[in-house]
């Protein structure tokens, strides 16, 4: 089944296709460009360790950092290193795991047919033994640890950590040195048999390519898979914060400091609220505010501080995050702020001209391929209706809303972290 997903306002369209062996795919070629940009996903993050399908009597559990785990090791099977055919071909590639999502991907100006065939293949083909596990988990204790001295990786998750209560959201992607050491080769093949089922794939392709000779690709190498009825759940989350305030020493010239503020969980599945609350953070606290201009020129924040949304499947935070001399009264002021700003009401002026700046941000991309791949790529896994919903949104959004927002804002359901000496 195909259907063109066509958007008037920026008079741009692509192909999606739901494909006969399950997979979803999306093409969405692109005049004058000289490369082209494609992407494998799958809808398989960290956040999921509980799930079941059809064959299973209960949930599962498994341990965390398996799905990058599974990421890592892709790339190898038992004939070659996918990396070295991408190298005889000209293609860069990689792959990414975040929280709710892992993606194999290549960049090329030419060969485009073969890169593809070579993303097919692989991805289609996990080969895992005893010693190739272990050698991995050797591998990834070390990048753990490196993680673990990284200054701004610690004030990221010591505030996930400290917002969310059970959420697996709070744990790092690749998990921890514990929970890896538990993963062996039957759990790596249960996993990647549950997730990696093409019906619970997408293949998102744009920039410089032929769309029939990617579909002529594409049907020789898929294999068709029987729908498994997949369910992946997140733990139930507590509307409060786990815990205000946490600190950790690491060696920092200027602490550095993030606020998360919780937002209720079903926030995540709602289309409209991160576009809403990213315009209301800016218009608020952004770097044209009131409130940005008078705490850089005292002193109080620097070029640094930023605003904006984390959010994913089953979960939704504002943050503030930047340096401070006084993290403790930069958390104080922007509490202080958002209070006044309910009472005074925001400027609608500042609305205007922040709704202009979002809708920019937005269709600004759609002259990148990675970009546009990528948005469809997210769409089909949050399931928006197309890639074009945010600029929509953006579009359509009013002064009424965003003063609806801060009007239900908690500013005081937060978790602030610091990393100083």
């Known amino acids: 089944m195909s259907n063109v997903i066509r958007n008037e306002r920026v008079n741009e369209q692509y192909t999606r296709i739901k494909h006969k062996s399950g997979c979803t795919i999306c093409l969405y070629p692109m005049k004058g460009f000289s490369s082209a940009y494609a992407l494998f996903g799958t809808k398989y993050g960290s956040v999921d360790s509980t799930f079941k399908t059809n064959n299973d009597a209960d949930y599962v559990t498994v341990p965390a950092g398996i799905a990058h785990f599974l990421e890592h090791k892709l790339f190898e099977n038992e004939e070659c290193d996918a990396f070295k055919l991408y190298a005889e071909t000209g293609a860069n590639a990689n792959a ?78 690749a998990g921890t040195v514990d929970t890896i050491a538990q993963i062996d080769k039957d759990l790596l093949y249960r996993c990647y048999n549950t997730f990696y089922n093409l019906n619970n794939m997408v293949i998102s392709i744009a920039g410089n390519f032929d769309p029939d000779e990617a579909m002529a690709i594409c049907d020789r190498l898929l294999k068709p898979n029987v729908d498994i009825g997949l369910q992946a759940v997140i733990p139930d989350e507590p509307r409060e914060v786990k815990q ?17 503020f919780k937002c209720p969980n079903e926030f995540a599945a709602d289309k ?33 501080f930023n605003v904006g949304v984390f959010n994913g499947r089953g979960f939704f ?40 700046q979002t809708y920019g941000e937005l269709i600004g991309p759609l002259t990148s391929a990675e970009s546009v791949a990528s948005a469809m790529l997210s769409a089909e896994f949050e399931g928006l209706d197309d890639m074009f919903v945010p600029i929509e949104v953006a579009a359509t959004v009013t002064f009424e809303d965003i003063t609806a927002i801060l009007n239900e804002f908690d500013e005081e359901n937060s978790c602030l972290s610091i990393i100083e000496n």
């Open 272 to 304: 409209n609220k991160s576009v809403f609350y990213n315009i209301m953070l800016e218009v608020a606290l952004g770097k044209s505010s009131k409130f940005y201009i008078e705490a850089y020129e005292s002193g109080l924040i620097n070029d640094t």
């Open 244 to 260: 205000q305030f946490v600190r950790e020493k690491l060696p920092v010239g200027i602490p550095l400091f993030q606020i998360g």
């Open 317 to 356: 935070l504002c943050v503030a995050d930047g340096e401070a001399r006084e993290p403790e009264k930069v958390y104080t002021a922007i509490k202080a702020e958002l209070k006044r700003l309910r009472k005074e009401g925001l400027s609608e002026e500042d609305f205007t001209r922040i709704k202009k």
């Open 96 to 173: 990414y795991t975040s929280f709710d999502k892992t993606a194999y991907l290549f960049l090329c100006s030419q060969n485009f047919g073969k890169n593809l065939e070579i993303l097919l293949d692989f991805v289609q083909k996990p080969y895992f033994t005893d010693e190739t596990v272990q050698k991995e988990q050797g591998i990834i204790a070390q990048e753990i640890k490196m993680y673990d001295d990284s200054p701004e990786w610690r004030v990221f998750f010591n505030c996930l950590e400290n917002v969310y209560q059970n959420n697996p959201v709070r744990i790092n992607i």
